[in-house]
């Protein structure tokens, strides 16, 4: 879960600077929408009906590792929108004029 929740400082640094890439905001909006498929999962899997037979803390990290890798590929597959929506909103924001 850190590698899909914290964005590289690399990223970060290219999101604050006066000129913004676009591939820097399109890769960030996918990481967000990864992010939300995989809390989407996660709240999925904790309204089991039942007690998993061979549960314990492996099996719990195991899964979550998977529900990541699976949110990962669904985000880059699948368009939900998320990330488009996100581009829409913050565009302006990186083509406007800095006033210093």
Same mark, same amino acid.
């Given at each position: +879960? ?6 590289? $400082? ?6 604050f600077k006066?000129?913004?890439? $676009? ?13 939300? =498929?995989?809390? =989407? ?10 007690? /998993? ?12 590792m998977l /529900? ?13 929108? =998320?990330?488009?929506?996100? +581009? ?11 006033? /210093?």
């Amino acid at each position: +879960m850190e590698n899909l929740s914290t964005i590289g $400082p690399e990223l970060t640094a290219s999101l604050f600077k006066k000129e913004q890439k $676009p591939n820097d905001l399109k890769q960030v909006a996918e990481r967000f929408e990864a992010l939300f =498929i995989q809390q =989407i999962l996660k709240q999925a899997r904790s309204a089991k009906l039942a007690d /998993d037979l061979l549960g314990g803390e492996a099996v719990d990290t195991y899964t979550s590792m998977l /529900d990541q890798e699976r949110a990962e590929q669904l985000a880059s597959n699948v368009n939900l929108g =998320i990330a488009e929506a996100l +581009m829409a909103q913050f565009e302006h924001v990186s083509k406007a004029p800095s006033v /210093d």
